[in-house]
């Protein structure tokens, strides 16, 4: 994983941004819906593959979500995994009306 690489919320494109060695790499996408977060694109450079950073990236993003007082719904089937692998974030995650 590169020491280099960091995320920044982008509240105004709706997007959670990776950025290593100061280019934009990847994001996840989400659509505001009062509350809630709707996680609906997930995507990280096809360089960065097998280095962690999507998972980085998403981590981040939760754990922003979460700061802010925002419920998740993972649309997105990368956000799904990740979430499905790290149970720890079950408490924000909200699967009505989807």
């Known amino acids: 994983m590169s020491d280099n690489a960091t995320v920044r919320h982008d509240e105004g494109a709706n997007r959670y941004v990776l950025e290593v060695d100061g280019k934009d790499l990847?994001?996840?996408?989400?659509?505001p819906d009062d509350d809630r977060r709707v996680f609906v694109h997930t995507e990280v450079d096809d360089s960065?593959?097998?280095?962690?950073?999507?998972?980085?990236?998403v981590r981040e993003a939760l754990d922003g979500s979460r700061k802010?007082?925002?419920r998740i719904v993972p649309l997105c089937s990368f956000v799904a995994g990740y979430i499905e692998?790290?149970?720890?974030?079950?408490?924000i995650i909200d699967t009505t009306g989807r």
């Open 48 to 57: 960065l593959e097998g280095k962690g950073m999507g998972s980085k990236l």
């Open 85 to 91: 692998r790290h149970p720890d974030w079950n408490d």
């Open 26 to 31: 990847g994001f996840a996408e989400y659509r």
């Open 68 to 70: 802010d007082g925002k």
